[in-house]
């Protein structure tokens, strides 16, 4: 199974299609990496998120796109 990784998602840097939610699916654009949101402990323009990472490693500063119905962008500023 997977990790529970904790981080920061910027969702005004290049940002679209609205907030991050649980359940959602997240692709890094530079690694590849995916996982899925478990939790959110904050869901402003700065969401701090704990995702299930399901393969890969997200990269500091990588832009991450979300699959599914509500599709969005955001950017992962840093682990915590």
Known sequence: AGTVGEFTIDQSAGASGGNVSVG????????????????????GSIARVQMLLTSGVFQVDELVTASGANTNTGQIDAWI
């Open 24 to 43: 959602q699916v997240y692709t890094g654009d530079t690694s590849g990496a995916t996982g899925t949101i478990v939790a959110i402990d904050d869901g």
